[in-house]
């Protein structure tokens, strides 16, 4: 145990995480220089291009270091807000962590949430101040951020250019040096955490955990106490690039255990993982059966799919144990499924997932929070959708999800920031200078404003210099009603949405002018209604179609004419008719970029 | 049966509507001459032997290029292919190019017909669009063409922001008086990275009203039908047995050798595009290397094409030619969204083919785009 260092990276995204990892990986040999490839730990393809990681994902390196054979186990963690239960369970299984900051951006919001995480759990901080070699660095500034932050000499800060290697043999020097090595007992009773699990289609469901204590071996009885299932141990081992099999591991390490396990979802992240027969009195602690917070519908383009579309949800959800979904049905787009996600961006992997990985077409919904509706007759019911929502003589009042939120951005942005809060009906609670320029603003805001264009609009009012994170903190009374909108007189439920009462004639009146633009004119004029109850609040009219045809010079030019046909065509693929009316996919989200 | 398209990539100005490739600077017109007629040696089997029926050459401005040069291409390409001896030679020049020692010397070399783009008779529109004629050289030059050529054709331009449907009339009535063989009528399309589309993006034109250039396509189509025009393709109008034929080849998906920067070519299974940069494509050909990129069109890439090139041609879709050569059968594959705008009176059916009505003639895009496979 004694030489076994285990460390996460802590940092934003595009702030280098995975390309350290990268470097890490070649000074150590775990991977040949012939067999690199960018973003190594990043495995699926929408990681590599969005250039985030969704997933944790666990390597072993080996390092000799002062004649001494050294086990370093790396876990990158996901990157956003979304999935920050899962990175709360990485910190948990590590002694140390590089933060790693980009020193042309400084310490963003989610960097802070995640630091406190690894403060709170004891862990070593090396701070890693990456990019130091580009035009735009600001080696000071950001340095001063840091030692604010941890209270260090400004001499522990590593000065770092993971993309050119620079600086590398100083990290591994200071992990060694720095990082306590694992406490625990192998001959006491198994004590493991579970932080993440992989999927794999021919043998089930790999488990990755740490072990605190005691010893696992192969064909071991083991109980996973939350789940309270038991299994037998098939396989157990380490994670190089490569799974390599051991017979054992020990207390202190990192490893993955196979035991024909079927789903992903009978794996929770953070559980305890002891044996049946000498099982651990203590639990990991922190363990949480992690909710969605956001709910969509997903409909197939032709309701013919439906079966399809059942079968790879069900696929998608054997290795995302984080997506639930029950069948729903709509009247503007037949049947189809309620999910619900972590949060927005974890809605858009789901979808992106299943048109790449099942090529699947989908139309997905306006995303909704989960309110509480407390009837007049004195019963709660639970909304996930506006559909969902009872008539207004029935209801006594409704609650909607508070979070607290952390914005970290420039001062000069602050104005902008807080008006767009006090927009989202947020309220402020604090405000903290963490350096000169750099300020901390603390905010109650509703959940259901969050999943409504606020990524977008905290981007824009900030140029990106803004950076967020939240938690749930409770359920308050509010005055929300169903905006219902109608095309040609039919109502299409799919459209509808559950917005606060004061905004609901504005947005009305702002979603039939952007439907407007989303709509593409047909052969004949289509009415566009919003509606509270029976009240027409809004209308908006799309001209029938007259002209469409380029008369233009083309000559040869066959193909690009063709493609330009094409696209549009396929762009049109995801249209759902609703009564005489085709309706785009874009136009089932318009209430998100009302604004725009 | 096939064609060769030279793309001479000068011009004098750019106008505004333009995006082809083109270039003003006139430094290197010799070396690429040469890199042209490189290129047509290399390729002289692409077309695999079959005879030349069109040379066709555009741009740019092949006008203003010395007559000589077309000379030499038009050698070069007497020397390589085989040439069918009616063959049809089109030119593509403005009107200030239009002398009378021009018209001598490319009819000398083997042009026999002249495209001309005259695009609007109304100065200040010239000059919005940028071009460097004005009305009174225009109509000189109609004049000049039509006392040494049998056949030529006029370019014009509808739907210009500013123009309107009076002012179009006169222009047409005062054209069709020199008995033009052939006129081409586009609607002006604002692209991408042209200025008319940095001037749109920020508010300095406005797009002109759809219903204003409906009335003035309506009015080109009714005057020229009077005229016994017939429109053999949206935007292609002549008198009988003066179609295009060199535009017809690509309509009826004959093959053709596109020769010179950004030039395409097709030889039935491939389309191919030559590199849109002078002095990169100068370069490869001076190591005998031919800058281009080429596609292999797949069944359903060439079932779209028979679909969106036919339904603009008088000719319309022809389901046996996709019978026979695709073993598509459109009228069946496809036949809910048919009687959708049949029911629509955007097309009907003659025997075998699917012709656009004169309420679908201006609705091809969204025909077309139904109709895709």
Same mark, same amino acid.
């Given at each position: 145990?004694?030489?076994?260092?285990?460390?996460?990276?802590?940092?934003h995204?595009?702030?280098?995480?995975?390309?350290?990892?990268?470097?890490?990986?070649?000074?150590?040999?775990?991977?040949?220089?012939?067999?690199?490839?960018?973003?190594?730990?990043?495995?699926?393809?929408?990681?590599?291009?969005?250039?985030?990681?969704?997933?944790?994902?666990?390597?072993?390196?080996?390092?000799?270091?002062?004649?001494?054979?050294?086990?370093?186990?790396?876990?990158?963690?996901?990157?956003?807000?979304?999935?920050?239960?899962e990175?709360?369970?990485?910190?948990a299984?590590?002694?140390?962590?590089?933060?790693?900051?980009?020193?042309?951006?400084?310490?963003?919001?989610q960097t802070?949430?995640?630091?406190?995480?690894?403060?709170?759990?004891?862990?070593?901080?090396?701070?890693?101040?990456?990019?130091?070699?580009?035009?735009g660095s600001?080696?000071e500034?950001?340095?001063?951020?840091?030692?604010?932050?941890?209270?260090?000499?400004?001499?522990?800060?590593?000065?770092?250019?993971?993309?050119?290697?620079?600086?590398?043999?100083?990290?591994?020097?200071?992990?060694?040096?720095?990082?306590p090595?694992?406490?625990?007992?192998?001959?006491?009773?198994?004590?493991?955490?579970?932080?993440d699990?992989?999927?794999?289609?021919?043998?089930?469901?790999?488990?990755?955990?740490?072990?605190?204590?005691?010893?696992?071996?192969?064909?071991?009885?083991?109980?996973?106490?939350?789940?309270?299932?038991?299994?037998?141990?098939?396989e157990?081992?380490?994670?190089?690039?490569?799974?390599e099999?051991?017979?054992?591991?020990?207390?202190?390490?990192?490893?993955?255990?196979?035991s024909g396990?079927?789903?992903?979802?009978?794996?929770?992240?953070?559980?305890t993982?002891?044996?049946?027969?000498?099982p651990?009195?203590?639990?990991?602690?922190g363990?949480?059966?992690?909710?969605?917070?956001?709910?969509?519908?997903?409909y197939?383009?032709?309701?013919?799919?439906?079966?399809?579309?059942?079968?790879s949800?069900?696929?998608?959800?054997?290795?995302?144990?984080?997506?639930?979904?029950?069948?729903?049905t709509?009247?503007?787009?037949?049947?189809?499924?309620?999910?619900?996600?972590l949060g927005?961006?974890?809605?858009?992997?789901?979808?992106?997932?299943?048109?790449?990985?099942f090529?699947?077409?989908?139309?997905?919904?306006?995303?909704?929070?989960?309110f509480k509706c407390?009837?007049?007759?004195?019963?709660?019911?639970?909304?996930?959708?506006?559909?969902?929502?009872?008539?207004?003589?029935?209801?006594?009042?409704?609650?909607?999800p508070?979070?607290?939120?952390?914005?970290i951005?420039?001062?000069?942005?602050?104005?902008?920031?807080?008006?767009?809060?006090?927009?989202?009906?947020?309220?402020?609670?604090?405000?903290?200078?963490?350096?000169?320029?750099?300020?901390?603003?603390?905010?109650?805001?509703?959940?259901?404003?969050?999943?409504?264009?606020?990524?977008?609009?905290?981007?824009?009012?900030?140029?990106?210099?803004?950076?967020?994170d939240?938690?749930?903190?409770g359920?308050?009374?509010?005055?929300?009603?169903?905006?219902?909108?109608?095309?040609?007189?039919?109502?299409?439920?799919?459209?509808?949405?559950?917005?606060?009462?004061?905004?609901?004639f504005?947005?009305?009146?702002?979603l039939?002018?952007k439907?407007?633009?989303?709509?593409?004119?047909?052969?004949?004029?289509?009415?566009?209604?919003?509606?509270?109850?029976?009240?027409?609040i809004?209308?908006e009219?799309?001209?029938?179609?007259?002209?469409?045809?380029?008369a233009?010079?083309?000559?040869?030019?066959i193909?690009?004419?063709?493609?330009?046909?094409?696209?549009?065509k396929?762009?049109?693929?995801?249209?759902?008719?609703?009564?005489n009316?085709?309706?785009?996919?874009?136009?089932?989200l318009?209430?998100?970029?009302?604004?725009e | 049966?096939?064609?060769?398209?030279?793309?001479?990539p000068?011009?004098?100005?750019?106008c505004?509507?333009?995006d082809?490739?083109?270039?003003?600077?006139?430094n290197?017109?010799?070396?690429?001459?040469?890199?042209i007629?490189?290129?047509?040696?290399?390729r002289k089997?692409?077309?695999?032997?079959n005879?030349i029926?069109t040379?066709?050459?555009?741009g740019?401005?092949?006008?203003?290029i010395s007559p000589?040069?077309?000379?030499?291409?038009?050698?070069?390409?007497?020397?390589?292919?085989?040439?069918?001896?009616?063959?049809e030679?089109?030119?593509?020049?403005?009107?200030?190019?239009?002398?009378?020692?021009?018209?001598?010397?490319?009819?000398?070399?083997?042009?026999?017909?002249?495209?001309?783009?005259?695009?609007?008779?109304?100065d200040?529109?010239?000059?919005?669009i940028?071009?460097?004629?004005?009305?009174?050289?225009?109509?000189?030059?109609?004049?000049?063409?039509?006392e040494?050529?049998?056949?030529?054709?006029?370019?014009?331009?509808?739907?210009?922001?500013?123009?309107?449907?009076d002012?179009?009339?006169?222009?047409?009535?005062?054209?069709?008086?020199?008995?033009?063989?052939?006129?081409?009528?586009?609607?002006?399309?604002?692209?991408?990275?042209?200025?008319?589309?940095?001037?749109?993006?920020?508010?300095? #034109?406005?797009?002109?009203?759809?219903?204003?250039?409906i =009335?003035?396509?309506? @009015? +080109?189509?009714? !005057?020229? $039908? /009077?005229?016994?025009?017939?429109?053999?393709?949206?935007?292609?109008?002549?008198?009988?047995?003066?179609?295009?034929?060199?535009?017809?080849?690509?309509?009826?998906?004959?093959?053709?050798?596109?020769?010179?920067?950004?030039?395409?070519?097709?030889?039935?299974?491939?389309?191919?595009?030559?590199?849109?940069?002078?002095?990169?494509y100068i370069?490869?050909?001076?190591?005998r290397i031919?800058?281009?990129?080429?596609?292999?069109?797949?069944?359903?890439?060439?079932i779209?094409?028979?679909?969106?090139?036919?339904?603009?041609?008088?000719?319309?879709?022809?389901?046996?030619?996709?019978?026979?050569?695709?073993?598509?059968?459109?009228?069946?594959?496809?036949?809910?969204?048919?009687?959708?705008?049949?029911?629509?009176?955007?097309?009907? #059916?003659?025997?075998?083919?699917?012709k656009?009505?004169? =309420?679908?003639?201006? @609705? +091809?895009?969204? !025909?077309? $785009? /139904?109709?895709?496979?």
């Amino acid at each position: 145990m004694k030489n076994i260092r285990n460390f996460c990276i802590i940092a934003h995204i595009d702030h280098g995480k995975s390309t350290l990892a990268d470097r890490l990986l070649e000074y150590t040999n775990t991977v040949d220089k012939r067999d690199m490839k960018d973003q190594l730990l990043d495995d699926m393809d929408l990681e590599k291009e969005r250039g985030i990681t969704i997933k944790s994902h666990a390597v072993q390196l080996n390092y000799k270091f002062n004649n001494e054979e050294y086990i370093l186990n790396l876990i990158d963690t996901p990157g956003h807000v979304d999935f920050s239960y899962e990175v709360s369970r990485s910190i948990a299984s590590c002694e140390g962590a590089l933060l790693v900051i980009d020193a042309s951006q400084g310490i963003q919001a989610q960097t802070i949430s995640n630091l406190y995480l690894a403060l709170e759990q004891g862990l070593e901080i090396i701070p890693v101040l990456n990019k130091i070699d580009l035009p735009g660095s600001m080696i000071e500034e950001v340095s001063d951020q840091i030692i604010d932050l941890l209270d260090c000499d400004p001499s522990e800060i590593l000065h770092v250019s993971a993309k050119d290697g620079i600086g590398i043999d100083k990290i591994m020097d200071r992990i060694i040096k720095k990082i306590p090595e694992p406490k625990g007992d192998a001959k006491d009773n198994l004590q493991a955490m579970v932080f993440d699990s992989v999927f794999n289609s021919f043998r089930g469901v790999e488990v990755i955990f740490r072990i605190f204590n005691g010893t696992i071996k192969k064909g071991d009885t083991v109980k996973f106490v939350n789940t309270k299932k038991i299994y037998n141990v098939d396989e157990i081992g380490i994670l190089k690039i490569k799974k390599e099999p051991k017979d054992f591991l020990e207390a202190g390490n990192v490893g993955y255990l196979i035991s024909g396990i079927k789903e992903a979802k009978e794996i929770k992240v953070g559980d305890t993982i002891t044996h049946k027969d000498s099982p651990t009195q203590n639990e990991v602690k922190g363990f949480e059966d992690v909710k969605p917070m956001v709910f969509a519908g997903i409909y197939p383009v032709e309701n013919s799919d439906y079966e399809d579309l059942r079968a790879s949800l069900e696929k998608l959800q054997l290795n995302d144990a984080s997506l639930v979904w029950q069948p729903e049905t709509s009247v503007a787009l037949g049947f189809g499924f309620r999910c619900g996600f972590l949060g927005m961006l974890h809605m858009e992997i789901i979808q992106e997932r299943l048109e790449r990985e099942f090529d699947m077409t989908v139309i997905t919904t306006v995303p909704s929070v989960e309110f509480k509706c407390f009837l007049t007759d004195g019963t709660t019911i639970e909304i996930f959708a506006p559909s969902d929502m009872p008539p207004v003589t029935n209801i006594s009042y409704i609650e909607e999800p508070i979070i607290k939120a952390q914005i970290i951005t420039k001062s000069e942005y602050i104005g902008n920031i807080i008006k767009l809060c006090l927009d989202k009906r947020g309220k402020i609670k604090n405000q903290v200078y963490l350096s000169k320029s750099r300020v901390e603003l603390l905010f109650d805001l509703p959940l259901s404003e969050i999943v409504f264009d606020f990524y977008d609009k905290l981007k824009s009012t900030s140029r990106g210099y803004a950076s967020f994170d939240y938690e749930l903190s409770g359920y308050v009374k509010s005055k929300l009603v169903k905006l219902d909108i109608l095309l040609n007189g039919e109502k299409v439920d799919a459209l509808s949405a559950i917005v606060h009462k004061e905004k609901a004639f504005e947005w009305g009146k702002k979603l039939c002018q952007k439907l407007k633009e989303l709509l593409p004119r047909q052969m004949f004029e289509i009415a566009i209604q919003a509606s509270i109850g029976n009240k027409i609040i809004a209308r908006e009219t799309v001209r029938a179609l007259r002209k469409n045809v380029t008369a233009k010079c083309y000559g040869g030019d066959i193909t690009r004419k063709r493609k330009l046909l094409e696209k549009q065509k396929k762009g049109k693929k995801r249209m759902r008719q609703v009564g005489n009316v085709e309706i785009p996919q874009e136009a089932f989200l318009a209430v998100l970029k009302i604004e725009e | 049966m096939s064609g060769i398209y030279i793309h001479i990539p000068f011009c004098k100005k750019k106008c505004h509507y333009c995006d082809f490739y083109i270039t003003l600077n006139k430094n290197n017109v010799g070396k690429l001459i040469e890199a042209i007629k490189f290129e047509l040696i290399l390729r002289k089997n692409f077309l695999n032997k079959n005879s030349i029926e069109t040379i066709y050459f555009g741009g740019g401005t092949p006008s203003m290029i010395s007559p000589n040069y077309i000379g030499n291409i038009i050698k070069e390409i007497k020397n390589n292919f085989s040439v069918n001896s009616n063959i049809e030679i089109t030119i593509e020049a403005n009107p200030d190019d239009i002398s009378l020692d021009n018209l001598l010397k490319w009819k000398k070399y083997g042009i026999n017909r002249i495209s001309l783009g005259v695009q609007t008779l109304n100065d200040n529109l010239l000059n919005f669009i940028n071009r460097s004629h004005d009305k009174k050289t225009a109509i000189a030059s109609i004049k000049k063409i039509s006392e040494h050529y049998d056949n030529f054709s006029i370019d014009l331009i509808y739907g210009i922001p500013g123009n309107r449907y009076d002012k179009l009339k006169n222009d047409i009535k005062e054209i069709i008086k020199f008995n033009p063989p052939h006129i081409s009528a586009y609607n002006l399309t604002i692209e991408k990275k042209t200025v008319f589309y940095n001037w749109l993006k920020n508010n300095i #034109i406005k797009k002109e009203n759809e219903r204003e250039i409906i =009335k003035q396509f309506n @009015l +080109l189509k009714n !005057i020229l $039908e /009077k005229e016994e025009y017939i429109q053999y393709e949206t935007s292609s109008f002549c008198k009988k047995g003066y179609e295009s034929k060199h535009n017809s080849g690509y309509w009826k998906r004959k093959k053709y050798l596109g020769i010179g920067p950004s030039a395409h070519s097709f030889d039935g299974k491939y389309r191919s595009w030559n590199i849109s940069d002078n002095n990169r494509y100068i370069s490869a050909l001076n190591k005998r290397i031919i800058p281009n990129t080429e596609e292999k069109l797949s069944k359903k890439m060439k079932i779209n094409e028979i679909i969106m090139i036919g339904i603009r041609t008088k000719w319309g879709i022809d389901n046996k030619q996709l019978i026979t050569q695709l073993k598509y059968d459109i009228l069946k594959n496809q036949k809910n969204t048919i009687d959708k705008l049949i029911n629509d009176k955007l097309i009907y #059916i003659n025997r075998t083919k699917i012709k656009a009505t004169k =309420k679908g003639s201006i @609705l +091809l895009d969204y !025909i077309a $785009e /139904k109709l895709l496979v």
